[in-house]
């Protein structure tokens, strides 16, 4: 048999000794990891550095959500429907409010309307943030999350002075908004954004052009084009890949119809195109964002429904979908006319990024850029589990 | 093996605790929703490392392991599995009211509803969930706590350890944690510190 | 690098019904009668066609509703448990990005039995439905081989979704709550703002 180690001479050091026929391995990586917002584990099988399979593993943030709307009233569930998504959770509330009006056919007054749509677009922001910032977490690049992370935070300042709270808001109910805008909010609102348009330069400077960035992302993670649609690719991850396909724009809600921005999309289908996506998508936030502000009418805010404890939606089912930050975010209801839901069925973005589009994508990665895929996909644990 | 009782403190006691008060590093485990008000506290605006604490990622070197807001059963697994490697003296701190008595989950099937009945917990925080300035104030209740010598609840894993034991049990079965908690407990004396 | 550039009616693998002109709801359902020759659709609001769909004929449909009318997107595939009537009601939102249009599909099976088969050979998105359905509600989807634990992988229960499981009795056997003997009475009288019996105390 051949000697597996000789020595110059010709001896052989370790004799009887065999080469391990099985080349590949098992490397589990675990529930708190950096590539993801939350505890979603990846068991990988390797050969080398290279990615043969990979099997995603959810359940870490199973609270039985679905289980828990059937058993409270529709207006109590509006204090827990927001958890659904933790980094982006004014989608969830103005979702589960607006198929709620769907199925009783209850009008929202306009100034309500915008008010929603300012809400989601200032969410849209805190979340794309929070992106970038994690993207430079999972590439070695610290000090964006330190930058975006702080001025994220002085959303969430606007977000504590209009609803009360900074992460969860309970403020979209079903019927309109709860509250209406504080005496000087436009101005405030205006300030963060020449803020935050400030700060995108020296994003551009410090991030988005870093040689580091451009070197580690460019071509890592490419999404095939033509198998973007049947993988079920939607939001940011599909822009990237050419297809100029939004909710806002296919199936306007709210005031969406009136107003006027673009859908930012690019070629490459890299990670890198899809962080430029999300950064154009930031401009176009502030544009709709200011927009609302000249526009928005006087008016109630909040078309008043009955006693929730005895508050009864007639019988019927809606679908209603929208644009969430991470794709197409989209609850089915159903009601069968009594005080509680029969049936919310909550479709998440991430339920097609983060398990097949990523167990796609990860077969013949490397192993130092799955962190980076998993996060460019943005793909929200607590969505796939709820 | 037990010449020095636990309980005493001594000045050289005291100058170790107040120097351990002021490195504490988390565990980076962000396991529940929870888990969005870390970053803000740990990044440039509200700045938890000015007081030492640091997040880390090894078990193996770290003293607070955090649990932010709901733990599923499943998760539960994995961080009784983690406190267990985590070297003493180590602190858990509950954070969010989740934690404490189910808080909105209460009626769920899969999370936990009451943390220290699984763990021995030094600190609540509540709130659902507490913002960042609350995190910093209960991170330096702890490190009065330490420098006051009273935050041993890591004792009472080992003294209590059957307790703990059957209830984990009951939530999510038999494992195995590769830590032999009683012979741990006795060859280091912490058994017998109060008796 | 090469950037080549990307036209929307070039991608390969599109099927060619999924380009060109934008069709009415009217025009939908008209295709549906005459291609397809299901009838049971209608329109019940702007971009929402829905209808109901016999189960052994759900597969061929979907492949229809792809090959020929050009519908790519498989939004969700909900499930829900009617009890009382002792099935299991399937709904298929497919969202047709050249019209603008969701049509969802409905199914009802039997609840005993409750098998159907599956669609993971034309939509690789119905996997993550399936196994979910599976693991919640029970139910078997023929053809589908990727039906394992996922979400709730130390579940011994019965499937949670199912009407007959109580989520808050089974809480409430299985965990343990703190109870709290705390007088609260007496703290109140003492120094709150409160009206017991018709008085008003105040602190101090």
Not at chain 1, 96 to 124: C, D, M, N, T
Not at chain 1, 271 to 281: A, Q
Not at chain 2, 114 to 129: H, I, R, T
Not at chain 3, 147 to 158: A, F, M, Q, T, V
Request: charged share 25%; proline share 5%.
């Amino acid at each position: 048999m051949d000697s597996l180690i000789t020595a110059n001479d010709g001896r052989d050091i370790m004799p009887g000794a065999r080469a391990l026929e099985n080349r590949e391995y098992n490397l589990f990586i675990g529930p708190n990891h950096p590539g993801i917002e939350g505890n979603f584990a990846l068991k990988l099988t390797l050969e080398g550095d290279t990615i043969v399979k990979a099997k995603t593993e959810a359940g870490f943030l199973h609270r039985g959500f679905e289980k828990l709307m059937e058993e409270r009233l529709f207006m109590q569930n509006i204090a827990i429907v927001a958890r659904i998504c933790v980094p982006d959770p004014d989608p969830n509330e103005e979702n589960y409010a607006r198929a709620v009006e769907a199925i009783a056919g209850i009008e929202v007054p306009r100034r309500a309307q915008f008010i929603r749509v300012l809400v989601l677009e200032l969410s849209r922001m805190a979340s794309h943030l929070f992106t970038f910032g994690g993207h430079g977490g999972t590439i070695g690049l610290y000090t964006m999350p330190n930058w975006t992370v702080s001025d994220r935070d002085r959303i969430l300042d606007l977000f504590e002075e209009l609803t009360g709270a900074r992460v969860y808001h309970l403020y979209n109910i079903p019927g309109g908004v709860r509250r209406d805008l504080p005496q000087g909010f436009e101005n405030r609102v205006k300030e963060v954004l020449f803020f935050i348009e400030d700060r995108l330069k020296e994003y551009d400077e410090l991030f988005f052009n870093n040689r580091v960035l451009l070197e580690r992302s460019v071509g890592v993670g490419v999404l095939p084009q033509d198998r973007a649609l049947e993988w079920g690719a939607t939001g940011a991850n599909l822009r990237a890949a050419g297809f100029a396909y939004d909710v806002r724009k296919d199936d306007p809600y709210e005031v969406y119809g009136e107003l006027e921005f673009e859908i930012p999309t690019a070629t490459d289908s890299d990670c890198y195109s899809r962080l430029i996506v999300r950064r154009r998508e930031l401009e176009q936030s502030i544009r709709i964002i200011r927009q609302i502000l000249d526009k928005m009418p006087p008016g109630p805010v909040w078309n008043k429904q009955p006693n929730p404890l005895k508050w009864r939606v007639p019988a019927g089912d809606a679908y209603v979908r929208t644009e969430s930050s991470k794709g197409e975010y989209a609850y089915y209801m159903v009601s069968d006319g009594g005080v509680r839901p029969y049936r919310v069925h909550v479709r998440g973005a991430s339920v097609t990024h983060g398990v097949h589009i990523l167990e796609n994508m990860l077969r013949g990665a490397r192993i130092e850029d799955a962190s980076q895929i998993m996060f460019s996909l943005d793909a929200c644990p607590p969505e796939v589990d709820r | 093996m037990a010449e020095k009782l636990l309980t005493q403190r001594n000045a050289w006691d005291r100058v170790l605790s107040s120097l351990k008060k002021r490195s504490l590093w988390m565990l980076h485990y962000c396991t529940g929703c929870g888990a969005i008000e870390l970053p803000p506290t740990m990044t440039a605006r509200y700045d938890m490392e000015r007081f030492g604490i640091m997040p880390m990622v090894t078990p193996r070197q770290a003293d607070i392991l955090l649990i932010t807001g709901y733990l599923s059963v499943k998760t539960l697994k994995r961080v009784i599995l983690i406190y267990e490697q985590m070297q003493s003296p180590k602190y858990v701190v509950g954070f969010g009211s989740c934690t404490i008595n189910g808080g909105m989950y209460w009626n769920s099937y899969s999370t936990i509803k009451s943390l220290d009945q699984y763990l021995p917990v030094e600190l609540f925080l509540a709130g659902c969930m507490p913002r960042p300035e609350a995190i910093i104030a209960g991170f330096n209740a702890l490190m009065d706590k330490i420098d006051q010598g009273k935050a041993n609840s890591w004792e009472d894993y080992y003294k209590n350890y059957e307790f703990y034991r059957k209830n984990q049990q009951h939530a999510f079965g038999d494992i195995e944690t590769h830590h032999d908690i009683p012979s741990d407990g006795a060859y280091f004396g912490i058994l017998e510190a109060d008796k | 690098m090469n950037k080549p550039t990307l036209d929307r009616a070039n991608v390969l693998a599109r099927p060619p019904a999924a380009v060109g002109k934008p069709r009415s709801a009217a025009d939908l359902l008209s295709a549906m009668a005459d291609e397809l020759g299901i009838k049971t659709f209608f329109q019940k609001a702007p971009r929402r066609i829905e209808g109901t769909v016999a189960p052994e004929l759900l597969h061929s449909f979907a492949a229809n509703l792809r090959n020929r009318l050009g519908v790519e997107h498989l939004s969700a595939i909900s499930c829900v448990d009617w009890i009382d009537q002792g099935q299991f009601e399937l709904v298929y939102h497919f969202w047709s990005y050249r019209d603008s249009t969701l049509m969802s599909a409905k199914v009802r099976i039997d609840r005993a039995t409750a098998q159907m088969d599956t669609i993971t050979d034309l939509w690789q998105p119905a996997s993550f439905f399936e196994r979910d359905i599976h693991e919640m509600f029970g139910v078997y989807f023929r053809g589908n081989g990727d039906l394992e634990k996922y979400i709730l992988s130390d579940w011994n229960g019965p499937p949670p979704m199912r009407k007959d499981f109580v989520s808050r009795d089974f809480a409430h056997e299985h965990f343990q709550f703190k109870t709290y003997d705390v007088p609260w009475d007496e703290r109140i009288q003492g120094g709150y703002y409160g009206s017991r019996n018709g008085e008003e105390k105040k602190n101090g």
